[in-house]
């Protein structure tokens, strides 16, 4: 039963991250529902590493890379398609992409640490690495890209 502490985790994970998430993305206003499908796959990703770790499974690991790579990606064509509305009322996503690096750092290393040194260890590590890479290209680009010079003084 080695496993049950790394499945409360990703249950816990999945009630109390993804339910707000898929409420935010079914209601509300579009700069809400863009934010929330990016915070809804970053907790998935985050629980199937959970998972992985607590069911042995490395599979899902797997599905988790694929993820970290896809979901920020959703992210980025919805805000294409949808840029004008965006723009005339942004998300405030400021404090997302430190949030999304705090919660990936919180649950990557611990696993890191129970996986030890090896390729699995490399794979947590480059998944880890593209969540938060992900997110923050995801967060700077809901928020309206860079500010402008006359927005930053």
Do not use: H, I
């Amino acid at each position: 039963m080695t496993g049950l502490p790394w499945l409360a985790a990703a249950f816990a994970l999945l009630v109390l991250g993804l339910v707000p998430a898929l409420a935010g993305a079914a209601t509300g206003p579009l700069r809400r529902r863009v934010a929330a499908q990016n915070t809804a796959t970053l907790v998935v990703c985050l629980a199937f590493l959970l998972l992985a770790q607590g069911y042995g499974r490395p599979s899902y690991v797997d599905l988790a890379l694929v993820l970290a790579l896809v979901g920020p990606a959703g992210t980025l064509v919805y805000v294409r398609l949808l840029a004008a509305d965006l723009e005339r009322d942004p998300p405030r996503v400021r404090g997302a992409a430190l949030a999304s690096g705090v919660l990936t750092v919180a649950v990557v290393v611990p696993l890191c640490v129970a996986t030890g040194p090896g390729r699995a260890l490399v794979k947590l590590l480059v998944v880890g690495a593209l969540l938060v890479g992900g997110n923050v290209v995801a967060s700077v680009a809901l928020g309206g890209g860079e500010p402008k010079e006359a927005e930053r003084g």
